[in-house]
């Protein structure tokens, strides 16, 4: 997922495979081919490329990625949506070369045709895509990490394993406890560093997420623009919430609703 994953096991069962680690790998490399955009041959690259407007056969965890992100799109009023990736590109920020100058309004308009998780249906049986409109694309980075951890949790689960603390590209679940006590999660303080820890959060049983616009950002002819994108307005946010988390029972709904309130600030947030 172009990140970093860590695995934390208190008092492991006897019955824990010598192999869990390599198990723990080839889920998420599996995950990665089914949802990364770098990788031609993915799932989510040949759907991207795929202008039919019929059914797309996916993978079952691509499926269920997808129609929670739509449900998450339709609760947040379409703050957070997967379709959104062009236009965070315009703004300079995701992969490629970055100009640092903001779009124009003829650009961003010509970009938001094709924008729309409206545009994108989703089905669990037999799992597929469809688009009702053959040049929109879907991106899952504010979504796939958190089902990643969730994955890690369910699988370790199946193997016996009751106290985990797991953490895939930033996002967090966590079993149980050690021996009583609650795991740890620190959450940063929101400046361009990140390394001062402002809250250290006890956490049982639960899923964390933290998103925010306090490192990714560029200046033009003396604005600052987030980027953090409103799918809505096709524009950066301009309200003043800089770092927002998410507690949840499932991570993937962390993952995303973090990002979704990111797009909403505090007020519309928490809302």
Not at 125 to 134: F, G, N
Not at 147 to 171: P, T, Y
Request: aromatic letters at 8%; glycine letters at 8%.
């Amino acid at each position: 997922m172009g990140s970093t994953y860590m695995v934390k096991i208190f008092d492991p069962p006897e019955s824990l495979p010598n192999d869990w680690q390599l198990t723990i790998d080839r889920e998420l490399r599996a995950i990665t081919d089914q949802m990364s955009t770098y990788i031609e041959s993915s799932e989510i690259s040949k759907f991207n490329a795929n202008t039919s407007l019929e059914w797309f056969p996916v993978s079952q965890s691509f499926a269920r990625v997808v129609t929670r992100a739509l449900e998450i799109s339709e609760l947040s009023g379409g703050a957070f949506d997967v379709t959104v990736a062009p236009l965070v590109k315009a703004w300079s920020f995701g992969p490629g070369k970055k100009r640092n100058v903001p779009p124009s309004d003829a650009e961003i308009a010509e970009l938001s045709a094709a924008i729309g998780f409206q545009k994108i249906e989703a089905r669990l049986e037999p799992p597929a895509l469809r688009k009702s409109e053959p040049n929109v694309t879907i991106e899952l980075n504010a979504i796939a990490p958190g089902f990643g951890a969730d994955r890690i949790v369910e699988i370790l689960g199946s193997m016996g394993a009751r106290n985990l603390f797991v953490e895939v590209g930033g996002e967090i679940r966590v079993t149980g406890d050690k021996a009583g006590v609650p795991w740890t999660v620190g959450i940063q303080k929101p400046d361009e560093e990140g390394e001062v820890v402002a809250v250290a959060y006890p956490l049982r049983d639960r899923s964390l997420a933290t998103s925010g616009d306090y490192r990714s950002f560029f200046e033009y002819e003396g604005r600052r623009y987030s980027h953090t994108i409103d799918p809505r307005s096709g524009r950066p946010v301009t309200h003043n919430l800089a770092s927002v988390t998410v507690l949840a029972d499932d991570c993937m709904t962390a993952d995303a609703m973090a990002t979704a309130m990111s797009v909403l600030g505090d007020r519309e947030g928490l809302a």
